[in-house]
């Protein structure tokens, strides 16, 4: 899911910096406008979250994520989020005393709800220079790469390729964000991912740009139809998931990074990774 503004492609591409998505006209894209939604939206509340103290004060931390970026959140049979950053965000929840509260939301308003609706984002959300902006980050806590998932015999294998294709992405990820700036792309934007995947396999769109886990995940349903190529490629650079917090809370930021820690230190966050993850 799940993923953002600072990757950068090969100069095959012709882009240096990747901002936002929509498409490669020069009117404001989609999500260039919601990122500057986003930007507006978030500087007063993080305003607001800085000046009442820290979410430490709070017996209970409400948790956005999006519940629709397997393997890392998803729905689980009871209706409610579950997959590894639900497992981890429990996990430091136990850490610090706290009770933990997750909350299933659209992606692309999770930032601009950090210190008001929500006190931390874990969504398989990408480390960029535009979102530090707003938000404070943890260490990161997972290394990934976007992959492009194809229908079988697809004759896209390069950037090259991607050109003047139509482009399913989830609106304000990291895919999306690089589909803009594809030269010709006609980008299809969707609230979840398994949407453009459905496109795909209905011909709608000629491919989707998606995180390299979830791509495999939606491969793995679908694997006589469809394939995931990597991400290198196509020339996309490796990424950096952490956990989202309100600007200024560096009491917050200090305790999630020492429970990752900590975590890591004891062996949780690795059986984590397997459990959720690798199936191992």
Do not use: W
């Not at 999006?66 to 989020?81: C, L």
Request: glycine share 8%; proline share 2%.
């Amino acid at each position: 899911m799940k993923k953002l503004l600072a990757l950068v492609l090969t100069g095959v591409l012709g882009v240096s910096v990747l901002t936002a998505c929509g498409s490669s006209s020069s009117a404001p894209s989609a999500a260039a406008e919601t990122a500057s939604t986003e930007v507006a939206a978030a500087s007063t509340e993080t305003e607001t979250a800085s000046a009442s103290g820290s979410a430490l004060d709070k017996d209970t931390l409400i948790i956005g994520t999006n519940a629709a970026f397997p393997p890392f959140e998803y729905a689980g049979d009871d209706g409610t989020p579950a997959g590894f950053d639900v497992d981890l965000i429990n996990a430091i929840g136990e850490k610090l005393g706290k009770k933990v509260e997750v909350k299933d939301m659209e992606f692309d308003s999770l930032v601009a709800s950090i210190g008001n609706k929500i006190d931390i984002a874990i969504a398989g959300m990408t480390v960029t220079e535009e979102r530090q902006k707003m938000v404070d980050f943890s260490d990161p806590y997972y290394e990934a790469v976007q992959n492009v998932i194809v229908v079988n015999g697809s004759e896209i294998a390069s950037a090259d390729d991607l050109k003047n294709k139509k482009i399913g992405v989830q609106l304000g990820t990291t895919g999306d964000f690089i589909a803009s700036d594809i030269e010709g792309s006609e980008v299809s934007q969707y609230n979840k991912a398994v949407d453009a995947v459905n496109d795909l396999l209905n011909g709608r769109v000629d491919c989707v740009i998606i995180d390299a886990n979830p791509a495999q995940e939606f491969v793995s349903q679908h694997a006589e139809e469809l394939t995931a190529l990597e991400g290198t490629q196509f020339g996309f650079e490796t990424e950096n998931y952490a956990i989202a917090m309100p600007k200024g809370d560096a009491a917050l930021v200090e305790a999630v990074n020492q429970a990752l820690k900590e975590l890591k230190e004891d062996g949780t966050f690795d059986k984590l990774v397997a459990e959720n993850i690798t199936g191992e």
